[in-house]
């Protein structure tokens, strides 16, 4: 055998783990710039005194498509939660959070841009392992899916973010908690849209920062299906398609239904759901930052707001 090929799988293998860390990098990185323009569109305060000093756990685990605007996200709740005061954003992915011994010291629980089986094993793994090995992975994670909704039913609060409903396909009862989960996105990230207040929810302070009026940008809006039913959240914001381009491809729904953000309760727990999340300039739009802290005070249980359903 000669020398070179002896080395050959070892320089390939080092070559293999350098782009790995390098994409790690860059999926890790906000855009050269977001930490300003952050900072420059964050509220100057809360909307609600924290009755005590309130913990956000933010969790942005992927075992599908991985955003790279998960990074921005971060960097503008961590700094929503510091400048405000409305509370302390712990970003973490690990899984040992969400056990019952550990759970009781968060308030509320963000899935921001989370996909498909977060507390699973990846695609590429589930691949190698025999039925025994999966039986075992689901074993594994039933007591953490108990514990996020035993948490949730208790009173405490869940926070879903733009692919949070591209989540937990295979646990109903998370579909039913978050009130929806995604089919596709007719209107891609290029796309311009029109997102209008749900009409007699202008003066609703989880919405009252759009002066009840419409925004335009760019973003990916999500089409939702089953269990979606907008007649049973209590709806906020919504694709306007009178304004938005109607020509675009994977239209499904035939009823013009395309909410965007709402607020839901699940037993005694309350439920905040925004879809807006995919491109980095939303987490530096400044009615937009404050929409989310409207819906994370809400959903926390400081900001009292009457929603009936
Ligand atoms: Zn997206």
Same mark, same amino acid.
Request: proline content about 8%.
């Given at each position: 055998m000669k020398k070179s090929s002896l080395h050959l799988p070892l320089a390939s293998a080092a070559l293999a783990l350098l782009l790995m860390s390098a994409e790690n990098v860059r999926a890790d990185d906000a855009p050269a710039g977001a930490a300003e323009k952050i900072a420059a569109a964050? %509220?100057?305060?809360?909307y609600a005194k924290p009755a005590k000093p309130r913990k956000l756990l933010i969790f942005s685990k992927t075992n599908g498509y991985h955003h790279g605007s998960i990074a921005t996200g971060k960097l503008a709740f961590t700094e929503l939660g510091k400048k405000t005061g409305a509370f302390e954003a712990v970003v973490s992915d690990d899984l040992s959070n969400f056990e019952a011994s550990k759970i009781g010291q968060f308030d509320a629980i963000m899935f921001l841009s989370t996909t498909m089986d977060p507390f699973g094993p990846s695609e590429a793994e589930s691949k190698t392992m025999t039925d025994d090995q999966k039986k075992e992975a689901l074993e594994k994670e039933e007591p953490l899916r108990k514990s996020l909704m035993a948490f949730i039913k208790s009173g405490k609060g869940f926070i879903g973010i733009h692919a949070a409903t591209d989540?937990?396909? +295979?646990w109903p009862e998370y579909g039913d908690m978050i009130g929806a989960y995604f089919d596709a996105h007719p209107w891609t990230s290029d796309k311009q849209v029109s997102i209008k207040v749900? %009409?007699?929810?202008?003066?609703n302070p989880l919405v009252a920062m759009f002066d009840g009026k419409s925004v335009e940008f760019k973003e990916e809006i999500y089409q939702f299906k089953a %269990?979606? =039913?907008?007649?049973k959240v209590h709806m906020l914001l919504r694709l306007d398609p009178a304004k938005? =381009?109607? +020509?675009?491809? +994977?239209?499904?729904?035939?009823?013009?239904?395309?909410?965007?953000a709402w607020a839901k309760h699940y037993e005694k727990g309350r439920v905040f759901y925004c879809s807006i999340g995919h491109n980095d300039d939303m987490y530096w739009n400044p009615t937009i930052l404050r929409h989310y802290l409207a819906g994370i005070q809400w959903a926390i249980g400081d900001f009292k707001v009457k929603t009936d359903k």
């Open positions: 964050l %509220p100057a305060e809360a989540t937990f396909y +295979n749900e %009409p007699g929810q202008e003066k %269990p979606y =039913d907008s007649s938005s =381009d109607m +020509n675009v491809q +994977n239209i499904h729904r035939t009823d013009s239904d395309f909410g965007v």
